[in-house]
């Protein structure tokens, strides 16, 4: 099963969200989806079984590395500020 970790779960992240998810499952794909807020991310997985929320500061360099390492996709819908 190939990971894919989207960073951001703001606005502009629910239209791929649910296009990622609804492949999901065709594709072998586990999709997580990291914010600071973790309700906000429990609402855009909608408890879909190959989908998973995930709470943590992005900005936080060594936690990001962890998660972005165990990933075999990431995608960053953070604001550009964001980017390093």
Known sequence: MKSILILGAGMSSSSLIKYLLSHAKKYDWN????????????????????????????????????????????????PARYHV
């Open 31 to 78: 999709v997580k989806v990291v914010d600071q807020d973790i309700e906000l991310v429990k609402r855009k997985i909608n408890n879909h079984e190959r989908g998973e929320a995930l709470a943590f500061n992005a900005i936080d360099s060594e936690e990001r590395k962890i998660r972005i390492a165990k990933a075999d996709l990431v995608i960053s819908m953070l």
